[in-house]
């Protein structure tokens, strides 16, 4: 009698040990795998990831491979007012590990004309969230490739990998990245975006530096409409920050703009003709209250042409010697063999080198036969002159006009400076007078 206490003691532990938890798991299986709550599932991940972004998420199927991994499969984010796509995703994978995140994402493709919605969606549902509302402590994150999508060309960057964060100034989020046929082992492209929440009035810093790669500009240019006047085959190198608190910008620049397409950047903007194709290395650049403070750097291009308003503007404004006017009458563009421009522009002044001619100094703009433009030894210009060359005073109230003059530094001028040497385009024909007494152009006499 005495195995019976036994064989029962056996028979429920093997009821409570073996069978209850192996029928718990086979239920928890069939039920995780139900219509109904497979829907559930994914329309909370959508709703809630949704109300995050304030984009319009949708996925195909959501999986939990372990208890605490959700993969999200064909993620879609979409704006909510016009439902056009934004980016995507092949898989989403998301690791919840206490009070970290980490976010793996694999074929992730973003649409380059719904950047704007994108940086405008990041700053305002992530950087500028109350300091008080709940939202994840850290995030790590890492994107196997990430495309940068457009109808007519396409950026691939892979290694895409960083952390979103909180700090003690605010959100930040700092990234990683390299081409695909970059050296794994060089130094690797970086962007930053950071929010400043103890500044008056609070600021978002944004930060890029490509290390070694070279990266193509016009894929931003519809987040920076700025970008596509340096021409469709520009591109970067270097470091550029940029520090943005409500209207006001201010930032700094050094590195090197390769393939910039002159007749873009001057034809297709001022009433001047420049044409070629220039490197622009930049050694110092800065931005203070959307007002440029310091530009430093050369300028090189060959077999280009230019306008000889343009040398005519230059020679008159800018303290430079070029072909008298009636050399140059009739011609619509003088070509140029090579352009070699040195320039330190600042509020105190500007000031020009050239090394365009190796037998001679001082040469900006070189022709096989000569020059064309020429700045004297220890060159100096007012700031303001520059303004003067590139826009007549006839149409300094066009909308290119009025951006060039609140961004260019200008030293304000003493009225007796005004009088004897006014700040406006006069074809050199018809030269100033002399007298201040006298208009600057004599009308004809009617007889």
Request: charged letters at 20%.
């Amino acid at each position: 009698m005495h195995r019976q206490p036994a064989h029962f003691v056996c028979r429920i532990g093997f009821v409570l040990l073996c069978v209850l938890p192996t029928a718990a798991v086979a239920g928890w299986i069939v039920q995780r795998s139900l219509p109904g709550f497979v829907l559930s599932a994914r329309q909370e991940w959508e709703q809630e990831l949704s109300r995050q972004l304030g984009l319009r998420v949708t996925c195909a199927a959501v999986e939990y491979p372990r208890h605490d991994t959700a993969e999200l499969t064909d993620v879609m984010f979409a704006d909510p007012e016009t439902g056009a796509a934004v980016a995507s995703a092949r898989s989403l994978e998301l690791v919840c590990s206490g009070e970290r995140w980490k976010l793996i994402g694999w074929q992730v493709v973003v649409e380059t004309a719904q950047l704007p919605l994108l940086r405008t969606q990041l700053d305002q549902r992530l950087l500028r969230r109350e300091a008080s509302s709940h939202v994840t402590n850290a995030c790590e994150i890492w994107l196997r490739e990430v495309t940068l999508h457009d109808t007519s060309h396409s950026l691939t960057l892979v290694d895409v990998a960083g952390a979103w964060k909180s700090t003690a100034t605010g959100p930040e989020c700092a990234l990683s990245f390299r081409l695909p046929e970059a050296d794994p082992q060089q130094p690797r492209g970086e962007w930053l975006v950071q929010r400043n929440r103890q500044t008056v009035p609070p600021a978002t810093r944004w930060q890029l530096k490509t290390g070694n790669l070279t990266l193509p500009l016009n894929i931003a240019a519809a987040a920076w409409p700025a970008l596509a006047r340096l021409g469709p085959g520009a591109q970067f190198s270097g470091e550029l920050e940029i520090v943005q608190a409500n209207t006001e910008v201010s930032g700094a620049l050094r590195g090197t703009l390769f393939d910039v397409d002159l007749d873009s950047l001057v034809s297709e903007q001022l009433p001047h003709r420049l044409s070629g194709i220039a490197v622009c290395k930049i050694e110092d650049a800065r931005l203070e209250r959307n007002q440029i403070t310091l530009v430093r750097g050369t300028c090189q291009a060959r077999d280009g042409s230019l306008s000889p308003s343009l040398l005519a503007s230059a020679a008159e404004h800018l303290q430079l010697t070029a072909p008298p006017p009636e050399t140059l009458a009739g011609a619509h563009a003088v070509p140029y063999r090579n352009l070699s421009v040195g320039f330190d522009l600042r509020a105190t002044g500007l000031q020009l080198t050239g090394t365009a001619d190796p037998l001679r100094s001082g040469v900006l703009i070189a022709t096989a036969t000569g020059s064309l433009l020429e700045a004297p030894p220890q060159h100096q210009a007012a700031a303001s002159g520059l303004l003067a060359a590139l826009i007549p005073t006839s149409e300094r109230l066009t909308r290119q006009g009025r951006y060039l003059a609140d961004i260019l530094p200008a030293v304000p001028l003493q009225p007796q400076h005004l009088a004897r040497e006014p700040q406006q385009h006069v074809p050199l024909r018809m030269h100033p007078s002399r007298d201040a007494q006298s208009p600057a152009i004599r009308p004809p006499q009617l007889r």
